[in-house]
């Protein structure tokens, strides 16, 4: 419930901030006003919130788990982070509000996707017949750019960073689409062939981001920071010479093993993690290791039983005919060890575990 | 302009050997006779030899012709019925042959320049040739009990269902698989369809989650209950257009691991054909979907988690086809006004049509027919079945045009065979020696068709002799349009119809195909196999090249450029088509050039078809018998009398001449390297 209100929280920014914007009319060839905004409003909430749920789903067995807290990313908070963590969150959140308008797209629920036809200056029916629509993918880029974009007001090097996070989540959309073909010539020969580009699973943009994270680059930008106009030039430089499809960070994240309400991190004591298991990845079963090993926790097996539906008989759609089963489960949960020789040891792992993000 | 004197054979009295002798008058060989173009002496001959009877073939015995005529008596048979018209298989004094080097050249360019511009306007005027369009399905929930008949779903705009935006709603609300319609209005929001847009066919994608406990079966089977509407304006009703069960096979497969870490990723599922309409007449049409389950009959049990239904429609852009048709509009009279020139000039002559002549004005008339823009009717009518017309005109064309090359190749190998016989005549028994071992392999090739042919020598010339080699173009050209039928013909019917959708209907269409693919294999072979023959027997002949007199050995040679040309000219074409299909299915599909955008497909298609229309008007223009013949019958007459003093009054005049205008000889010879290579 609380991450719902989160994302209507951010719609209403967004809302807000459109108004009060005059830069629209430049690019405004879809729209007419705020009351636009409004048919995509509920698309962006619910794109915001997929690229959320997408953030939780990959950061589940990581030190860091995409709180909710994450999705703050309004320009009025001055606390705002610039490290990795925030430029995953940037990227996802604007590759799910473009995924999720180039989808429902699809749906019909828009009026004018991919039909701005702005190389022509001409609006629907005579570019379409002559030529088509352009993707819808680039309808949706394009409204995402306006929307995700508009959060970042400053001009300062975390914009900047967001800026370019929020485009190498656009572009990781586009990079992960796929390219299908069907020929259709005489007698369905290849002579005449069409080929279009795919959305692919949501899923597929999170692992792809998911991996620029762990490559996303260090830029040092914060020290010597004014808002002069030669330091901002030289952010522009900045950033644009990194490839756009990378995520970029200012700052190095804190350690997420500790709870520090100051930036409301909630550290990982309590948390569960997965040990043993005949179909887990590499990450996934150093998972008890990262969490609580390396953080100075002891991993404590809990057993449960568990009640959950069995032999099921399923149809394509909603019905469920099932049995009840209880099973016991192992789970395993990170606690905290008695007295001083855990911290001690937490403070020699975290050494390590620094020194093994230098890597990177 | 250049002329040239082709070899011609004339009654002369029987000596030595006895049977059937070959003979060539001595005063043809003079310089005289350059005036003098094959055809013309091919009806003096017929006028003074042949009588009422047709021409006839007088074979005169060269010197040591009697050493070996036992030996030789079959392959001379052989020859005899090469040799019954003078030049019976090559059009002799085609105007490619006369033209000089500078006109040639001129053709060449205008011809080259015409080819530039239909690809221009392909790349730059075009838009691309085809568009897809995304739907995804709108879930309707069908909430009267009793199902209406009549009742459509619209998935948006006024009057749309009621939707449900995931199953998990339809869980809570206790919704059952029947009573879920998906709903795809086609074109989305603020669009119309337009018979512009010629045809539509729509493919569909099932988004199937995985379960560990509800996976796809093995060979599972999807049933569709799908019906579709059009209307043409935006209040009025929907008609029904169609209305069809369908069965579609699952072909999907989980690339990742089959863990419950990984519930809820989609199956990676091929493209199902879903549907094609051949004309787009109506501005809007309606898609409804059901799939029924019926757990008693096993019917869309085991097809695990339908997430979402998607479809792309894909229709060609109504830009493409206005500039298609104006290209077809264009080329329609073109190709019409050269081919009545050609065949013009064929009727002018005395003789009837040689086959290779009959040949290419049957490759202009099927040009002709696919260049004809019926396709402007599809505009103003229903026309569900152009589609399928189109498709039968261009296998028409295309099997025509292989029959072309086959029969070009052919008739030329035998041209070549003419050959031999005239290394004989003119006496030299080292000729007729080194002529032997190719008359005889001459015979054992050709193989029994020949044999035959000498029983009825009114069977030369014809197209049963390439029976073996027309026939698998016919055969694969019948089963491509059986299949055809079956798919597009069915289609006319019921647009849902897949081929592909049954067992057996997928095994006849691969049958189908793989019978069409081998006779394909089967003409390349023979293809390839008389090219190789005619480019040996040029080799072979060309060593008796010098020995020759000048004007027979400038017919051989134009035979020989006449060959290598079309032969270079076909490459060309055919390596170009290659090439192009190569890059505009690789490419992206457009090129962005400056400020421009090149639409590499729409170039593809635009600059492929004018080559092909510029492929068969060059042919039919350069290939057409010379105008020059007519009128020189006088001077005909006196090459036959064979007046020696005017000969050698005029002798010299003409060497220099020759010199002058050496340019053709020279490209012969470069083509001739060029065709080698």
Do not use: A
């Given at each position: 419930m609380f991450m719902h209100l989160e994302v209507f929280y951010y719609v209403f920014i967004l809302l807000a901030h459109m108004r009060s914007c005059y830069c629209w009319s430049v690019n405004n060839f879809l729209m007419t006003g705020p009351k636009a905004y409004l048919i995509y409003s509920s698309s962006v909430a619910a794109g915001a919130q997929s690229g959320i749920e997408e953030c939780k789903y990959q950061f589940a067995w990581d030190r860091w788990n995409c709180p909710e807290r994450a999705l703050q990313l309004s320009t009025h908070s001055s606390l705002r982070s610039a490290n990795r963590e925030t430029a995953f969150v940037h990227a996802i959140s604007s590759a799910g509000v473009m995924y999720t308008l180039t989808r429902n797209c699809s749906l019909g629920d828009f009026d004018n996707c991919g039909c701005d036809d702005s190389r022509n200056g001409q609006r629907g029916g005579h570019g379409w017949l002559w030529g088509g629509c352009s993707d819808n993918v680039g309808f949706g880029e394009a409204i995402s750019k306006q929307f995700v974009d508009a959060?970042?007001?400053?001009?300062?090097a975390r914009a900047a960073m967001n800026l370019h996070n929020n485009e190498a989540g656009r572009k990781a959309v586009k990079g992960t689409m796929q390219r299908t073909c069907k020929c259709h010539g005489v007698?369905?020969?290849?002579?005449t062939q069409t080929c279009w580009l795919q959305l692919p699973e949501f899923r597929e943009v999170g692992n792809y981001l998911k991996e620029k994270y762990h490559r996303a680059l260090k830029v040092d930008l914060l020290r010597g920071a004014g808002n002069s106009a030669a330091s901002r030039g030289a952010i522009a430089e900045t950033f644009s010479s990194i490839s756009r499809k990378e995520l970029v960070h200012l700052e190095d994240s804190p350690d997420y093993c500790l709870e520090n309400r100051t930036l409301g991190l909630p550290g990982t004591e309590g948390r569960e993690c997965l040990k043993k298991g005949k179909n887990l990845n590499k990450w996934e079963k150093r998972s008890c290791k990262r969490l609580c090993g390396e953080c100075g926790l002891a991993v404590e097996e809990r057993k449960a039983e568990m009640v959950s539906s069995c032999n099921c008989k399923f149809h394509w759609c909603c019905a469920v005919k099932c049995e009840q089963c209880r099973k016991t489960v192992t789970k395993y949960f990170c606690v905290k060890k008695g007295g001083q020789r855990g911290r001690n040891e937490s403070a020699g792992s975290r050494r390590k575990n620094l020194r093994l993000r230098k890597k990177h | 302009m250049r002329r040239r004197c082709a070899p011609h054979v004339l009654p002369a009295p029987a000596s030595g050997c006895s049977g059937i002798k070959l003979s060539a008058t001595r005063s043809c060989d003079s310089w005289f006779f350059f005036f003098f173009p094959p055809p013309f002496e091919v009806e003096s001959q017929e006028q003074s030899g042949g009588g009422g009877g047709g021409p006839t073939a007088r074979v005169v015995s060269a010197g040591g012709c009697s050493l070996f005529s036992s030996t030789l008596s079959r392959s001379f048979v052989a020859r005899r019925d090469f040799s019954l018209q003078p030049f019976p298989f090559a059009m002799a004094g085609a105007i490619i042959e006369n033209m000089s080097t500078k006109k040639l050249v001129i053709v060449g360019v205008i011809l080259l320049l015409f080819q530039a511009f239909a690809f221009m306007v392909g790349g730059l005027i075009a838009p691309s040739p085809t568009t897809a369009v995304h739907y995804l399905a709108t879930k309707c929930v069908d909430t009267v009990k009793q199902r209406q008949e009549t009742k459509w779903f619209m998935p948006?705009?006024?009057?749309?269902c009621d939707k449900i935006r995931t199953f998990d709603e339809a869980m809570a609300k206790k919704i059952e698989a029947n009573n879920i319609v998906f709903a795809v209005h086609i074109p989305l929001p603020n669009k119309e369809m337009s018979s512009w847009f010629q045809f539509m066919l729509v493919i569909l994608q099932f988004d199937i989650a995985f379960r560990m406990h509800n996976q796809i079966k093995d060979g599972a089977l999807v049933t569709i209950d799908v019906s579709l509407a059009y209307r043409d304006d935006t209040i009025s009703k929907w008609t029904e257009m169609a209305h069809s069960f369908e069965q579609r096979k699952l072909s999907c497969n989980f690339t990742t691991t089959k863990t419950s870490e990984n519930e809820g990723r989609h199956y990676e599922c091929d493209l199902l054909p879903f549907m094609e309409v051949g004309s787009v007449a109506h501005k809007y049409y309606l898609l409804n979907i059901r799939l029924p389950i019926n757990e008693r009959k096993n019917i869309n049990v085991g097809i695990g988690e339908i997430k979402d239904i998607r479809l792309v429609s894909i229709h060609q852009n109504g830009g493409f086809t206005k500039v298609w048709f104006a290209m077809k509009t264009f080329l329609t009279p073109s190709i019409l006004i050269i081919m009545i020139w050609y065949w013009r000039r064929i009727t002018l002559m005395s003789r009837p049509p040689v086959l290779l002549e009959k040949v290419i004005l049957a490759l202009g008339i099927s040009m002709t027919f696919i260049n004809i823009?019926?396709?402007?009717?599809s505009i103003g009518f229903n026309w569900t079945w152009m589609l399928l017309f189109g498709d039968i005109r261009q296998g028409i064309f295309y099997s025509m045009l292989l029959s072309f090359w086959i029969i070009f190749c052919g008739e030329h190998l035998m041209g070549t065979r003419l050959f031999a016989a005239w290394s004989l005549e003119r006496g030299q028994v080292k000729m007729c020696e080194s002529g032997l071992p190719t008359i005889t392999e001459l015979v054992t090739e050709l193989g029994s068709h020949l044999t035959n042919n000498l029983q009825d020598q009114t069977e030369r010339n014809r197209l049963s002799v390439y029976w073996k080699q027309v026939g698998p173009i016919v055969f694969g050209s019948f089963c491509l349009f059986i299949f055809d039928m079956c798919e597009r013909g069915v289609q006319l019917k019921n647009p849902f119809y897949s081929i592909w959708a049954s067992e057996v209907g997928t095994e006849l269409a691969m049958a189908f195909i793989i019978v069409a693919g081998i006779c394909a294999c089967l003409y390349f072979l023979f293809l390839c196999f008389m090219v190789f023959q005619v480019f040996r027997n040029i080799s072979g002949k060309r060593t008796s090249l010098p020995a020759m007199s000048k004007a027979r050995r400038l017919h051989y040679e134009g035979l020989i450029f006449r060959f290598k040309f079309l032969m270079l000219v076909t490459l060309t074409c055919a390596a170009m088509t290659v090439i192009f299909f190569i890059i505009s299915q690789v490419n992206g599909g457009h090129w962005h050039w400056g400020e421009h955008t090149v639409q590499v497909n729409s170039a593809f298609f635009t600059g492929i078809y004018g080559m092909w229309n510029l492929y068969v008007f060059a042919i039919m223009f350069l290939y057409a018998p010379s105008h020059k013949r007519y009128g020189d019958e006088q001077s005909s007459g006196q090459c036959i009398t064979g007046d020696a003093g005017a000969n050698s009054g005029e002798d010299n005049q003409l060497t220099t001449t020759i010199t002058h205008v050496d340019g053709p000889t020279e490209i012969y010879k470069m083509i001739g390297k060029e065709a080698q290579e």
């Open positions: 959060l970042e007001t400053g001009q300062d007698s369905g020969s290849c002579t | 948006w705009g006024p009057n749309q823009p019926v396709e402007w009717f």
